[in-house]
């Protein structure tokens, strides 16, 4: 008997769910962890506007913008701890705000210039940030539509908490360097030879192709 073809298909939101999953984690810097996600975001929704905004650390903390798109040098870039923002991020519940709702106009106000919105949907990220995303009609905006978006949020926040403590463990490493000078035992001078063991060590361990030529071109190592 002749074998069925089997046909595979996706639907949009599952192939948005599969490209937003690859653009998570490929990076150790909060501004391109965010920049690469919005971009996704950008390329398969119809949207205004998409940012995510991070809690800074500190007595005097305020929400700080991370990345946005599109660019606007013009828009805000740090809100106070009292905006509305702040309160979506402690409650941990994503909600839709559309035209005419109370508080649209508040909501509304950070988006950059020109830009046109019809609703916002606010997505919490684990108590520390929050994504926004604006699109000119509410329509676009349904709690279906955005579902793959609310499954990966979680994975978004993760992402971004842990370039922030890479961030802060260079900055720690570096700052130890400057402040203590190594003691002179740090570095111990190898004596011609303890040098070609470890040479020949270092070679072998080594998972790409090394060689090592004399002055006449004939070779003395490899791996």
Known sequence: MPKKEI?????????????????????LDPHTVCHDFLKTLFSRKSLSEASVWWLEDGPCSELVLIDALPADPHRE??????????QVILSGDSRIVSVGAPDFAEFSATAGKDVPTGACA????????LLVIHAPS?????????????????????????SFAYARLLQSDIAHRLEIPPPASASPQISHSDAQPLLNALIKA???????KDPDGIFIACN
């Open 7 to 27: 046909s595979i298909s996706f639907t949009p939101d599952q192939i948005l769910l599969y490209e937003l999953s690859l653009s998570i984690g490929r990076s």
């Open 77 to 86: 870039h740090r809100l106070p701890v009292a905006h509305p923002y702040c």
């Open 122 to 129: 606010l997505f919490p990220l684990r108590g520390q940030g």
């Open 138 to 162: 509410p329509d676009l905006l349904s709690p279906f539509r955005l579902t793959p978006i609310n499954e990966l949020t979680d994975r978004l926040a993760v992402s971004i908490l842990g």
């Open 206 to 212: 080594l998972p790409d192709l090394v060689w090592l």
